[in-house]
């Protein structure tokens, strides 16, 4: 019988991001790109909850819809870490999905990191960031950064990390509904993979660029509409190997002016960036109410 023991309706937060620049560099022999990249952590995203087990089941309670959850990242992401820590604890696991599934925004990464930051907190098996980055990395590029979950630049397939804290700016994402496969895009053949090594000293959003963004152009007539609409109003650029766009504003009121225009056909959201993720918050305000506890 599986008799749930803990029950933690605490929601942890599942960022998105954006890539305010991607460039690609080459080609490792296993077929993955070197690349640069900034990734800005945003305060927007998908939410998490855990129910903790003495049985090991692990399991969600939200089936993700067109996803088999032997698939689904979260539940590969506690099933390794279960496996790493020999845990005899398990978890049923909700999600309220609001990131757009395909949409260069770490949708997935994002869930899978914060299974594994939320579950070594909750299961208390102690692994260190860095070995939570470690087996992150199994699962997806992007998933060690959610996990250390900084604002920063990355190079590498996307694991070695520098974190680069950015000014405040809001960001209003636009999804133009079409689903863009990331193998899709780093198989094609017309890919420029020759972008040379930039130092991060020498940052600037205006002198960078996303190297997918024009043959997704070329393939996605709809991610063309909407980025020809976007940049009458702020510079626009696609994220990671898209199908979303953004536009970066100094103030939200600019965004959600900007957003408010917005044909009702392309969805939207206006989110701050931010140099620490939600996740990071939610964790040390769990990790000082159960120091507290402790102490009692
Ligand atoms: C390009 C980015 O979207 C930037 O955020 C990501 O690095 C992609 O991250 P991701 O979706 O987590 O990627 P993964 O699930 O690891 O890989 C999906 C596919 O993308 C390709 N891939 C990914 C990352 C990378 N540095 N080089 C690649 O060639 C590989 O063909 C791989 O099969
Ligand atoms: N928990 C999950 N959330 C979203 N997608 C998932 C999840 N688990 C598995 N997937 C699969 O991963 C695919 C990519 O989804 P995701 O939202 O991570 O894309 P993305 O935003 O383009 O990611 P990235 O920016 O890292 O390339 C989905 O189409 C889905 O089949």
Known sequence: MDITVTV???????????????????????????????????????????????TGTIAMSTPLKGVKDEDNLIIRAAKLLAAQTKTKLGAHISLEKCLPMGGGIGGGSSNAATTLVALNALWGTRLSVHQLADIGLQLGADVPIFVRGETSFAEGVGEQITPAPQPEQWFLVANPNVHISTGEIFTAQELTRNTPSMDWA?????????DCQQLVVNRYPEVAKLLQWLVHYAPSRMTGTGACVFAPFSDESLANDVQGKLPSSWQSFVAKGVNRSPLLEKLEKYNSVNATSDTN
């Open 8 to 54: 933690n309706k605490d929601w942890w937060p599942s960022p998105a991001k954006l890539n305010l620049f991607l460039h690609i560099l080459g080609r490792y022999d296993n077929g993955y790109h070197k690349l640069q990249s900034l990734f800005q952590m945003l305060d927007y995203g998908d939410k998490l909850a855990f129910d903790i087990n003495h």
């Open 202 to 210: 020498d940052y600037k959003f205006e002198e960078t660029r996303n």
